[in-house]
């Protein structure tokens, strides 16, 4: 689970993307992906390097989780959703054409900044 790839984009260039798309009045599906790609591990590696924190990981093997998701399922129906769309995104590739300029870790300094602004 831990070699699959994606590339998040940051808010502001989404929205700058999906602006400029409005004036096509196609009814169609686009994907957008940020400007970096990314292993999901490498994106939870920079959170904490900027947190200067001990990375700490473990990892479920997707069997494992599906498994449990099931007994979930049993109790409760919208917990088991969230599983299951947790597990389709650690399980698959999800690397979109890139566009925009920022990349999370830019996200991330912003949101340290807002909090140490905020006093938190």
């Not at 196609?26 to 990314?38: D, K």
Request: aromatic fraction near 12%.
């Amino acid at each position: 689970m831990a070699k699959k790839k994606l590339n998040p984009i940051h808010g502001a260039d989404l929205a700058e993307y999906c602006v400029r798309e409005m004036s096509n009045e196609s009814n169609r599906e686009l994907e957008i992906g940020g400007p970096t790609v990314f292993k999901h591990q490498d994106i939870a590696e920079l959170a904490f390097q900027l947190l200067d924190k001990k990375p700490k990981f473990f990892h479920i093997p997707p069997f494992l989780l599906l498994l449990s998701l099931r007994v979930v399922k049993i109790f409760n129906k919208k917990y088991y959703d969230i599983g299951m769309f947790f597990h389709d995104g650690m399980t698959q590739n999800m690397i979109a054409p890139t566009y925009g300029s920022r990349n999370i870790s830019s996200f991330f300094n912003e949101y340290l900044d807002a909090q140490q602004g905020d006093g938190k």
